[in-house]
């Protein structure tokens, strides 16, 4: 028995019509990993090569529902190998990108194909992980927002990523080298040139009364930053992504680390023509705009503080009378230094570090070890305490899952995925070990980062 094309076609039914033109059979979108050429000085000084996702700085915003997928073939047009990491998703271990250890770097001209859920609403970032030190500072990052169903209300949703560059103001080239012993064995890499959105004077207009949700992200490689508002009130809802059980009032100056978020909800109080900001502390403790805005119009502002964002799923408190406890020392750098680390299986004093490249350790681990810090047990709650014994402030992230800090009388603070660790101050984080896989555990101020503060854990 033969089928002719059109019984072939009747037998089917409708379905192999269907599968013709399936959108599964598209190619994923991509994000290009390339040079491009942008203006991050101020109009006037010459443009600037930077490594982009897709050409701009920041990369494309990836904006996806809760319980949504990210999908992204991700094309690498460099010249060196890279890979990108999803900044505080609960995500899938091998889609954590980070080269090394979750993957094997892209090289030139290969790909990689992400794809994975996202759980949990919030704001989010993404960054090169393979060599970030310097993949970060030259342009690539981005941002990822995921959606609520119900999102808050607001009149709009603004989205302020900040970020600083060290360029040379003859040239617009980003200055090198990147590996500087001085930055690596101090504070790390500080731009001399702040921005915001990838734009050096970056401003918002708005109305007397209008009620926005600011959302900021430190993409700065080692900058810490000290903010407050002008011309606006209101309330921190979420930390890292992670809303807060009650909106906080806004009182006091919001510290910012590399790689931090917060969501806010403001209300415009400044009049028409009256200055409204995103204030910046500078170091010699005055305050210059960061963000201005333009105040236009009025309208009737809201009695009401806002309420709470709805709550992510897996915000169960770990249990703390059951948590293995671990601590974490950080060691080295300049005017603290170590007596010795362990770097590539070997031990080594501080010389014999430097030499290689190290200038920091975690609990006398320089840099990633075969073997991970801890084996957590799937479910697993464990509490570690962080001690800085550096004369510097450290911004140490967990990948793949949100943790908490406890606070004094065992309460647990909100979830945060970065911590600002400062010298001679330990702190505690806790969480439950429910993510399988291999979980970096580094300093988000990336040249520390690059010369020997990264540890990782992994749960079985
Ligand atoms: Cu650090």
Redesign the pocket.
């Given at each position: 028995m033969t089928f002719t094309r059109r019984a072939f076609c009747a037998g089917l039914g409708g379905v192999a019509g269907l599968a013709l033109t399936r959108p599964a059979l598209a190619a994923p979108p991509t994000l290009t990993a390339r040079k491009a050429t942008v203006q991050l000085a101020p109009e006037g000084y010459p443009t600037t090569e930077v490594w982009s996702y897709d050409g701009t700085l920041p990369g494309p915003l990836i904006r996806v529902p809760q319980g949504g997928r990210v999908t992204r073939q991700l094309i690498n047009a460099l010249d060196v190998p890279t890979s990108v990491h999803w900044h505080g998703i609960r995500i899938d271990n091998a889609m954590d990108g980070v080269s090394g250890l979750t993957q094997d770097p892209v090289p030139p001209g290969g790909t990689f194909d992400y794809d994975f859920a996202v759980p949990d609403a919030g704001t989010y970032w993404y960054h090169a992980h393979k060599n970030s030190m310097e993949q970060v500072a030259r342009g690539l990052s981005g941002v990822l927002i995921v959606d609520e169903a119900t999102p808050p209300d607001v009149d709009r949703d603004e989205i302020l990523m900040l970020g600083d560059w060290l360029l040379d103001p003859d040239t617009g080239a980003f200055v090198e080298p990147f590996a500087n012993p001085m930055t690596m064995s101090h504070g790390?890499r500080t731009g001399n040139l702040v921005g915001v959105n990838g734009q050096y004077a970056y401003g918002l207009t708005a109305e007397t009364g209008e009620r926005l949700r600011l959302r900021l992200i430190n993409s700065a490689n080692a900058r810490i930053f000290g903010l407050r508002l002008q011309g606006m009130s209101g309330w921190t809802v979420a930390l890292d992504g992670m809303p807060l059980d009650q909106p906080e009032p806004l009182t006091t100056e919001i510290i910012l680390a590399p790689a931090q978020r917060v969501d806010l909800i403001v209300d415009v109080t400044a009049a028409v023509d009256q200055p409204a900001a995103l204030l910046m502390a500078m170091s010699d403790d005055s305050w210059q705009a960061l963000v201005e805005v333009t105040v236009t119009g009025g309208r009737t502002p809201r009695a009401d503080p806002p309420a709470p964002l709805p709550a992510n799923p897996n915000t169960a408190l770990p249990d703390l009378s059951q948590a293995r406890s671990l601590e974490i020392a950080?060691e080295g750098g300049a005017m603290a230094g170590m007596d010795s680390a362990v770097f590539e299986g070997e031990r080594l004093d501080f010389r014999g570090l430097i030499e290689r490249g190290q200038y920091?350790a975690l609990s006398g681990q320089s840099g990633l070890s075969d073997t991970p810090f801890a084996t957590l047990q799937r479910g697993e709650p464990v509490r570690i305490k962080l001690v800085n014994r550096t004369v510097?402030?450290?911004?140490m992230h967990l990948h793949g899952t949100h943790f908490r800090q406890i606070g004094p009388d065992r309460t647990l603070g909100p979830l945060r995925d970065t911590i600002l660790s400062f010298p001679d101050e330990p702190l505690e984080i806790a969480f439950t070990a429910d993510n399988p896989g291999k979980w970096l555990f580094h300093?988000h101020?990336l040249a520390?980062?690059a010369t020997g503060?990264t540890t990782w854990i992994e749960v079985a």
């Open positions: 790390g950080m920091w510097f402030p450290h911004a300093c101020m520390h980062a503060m």
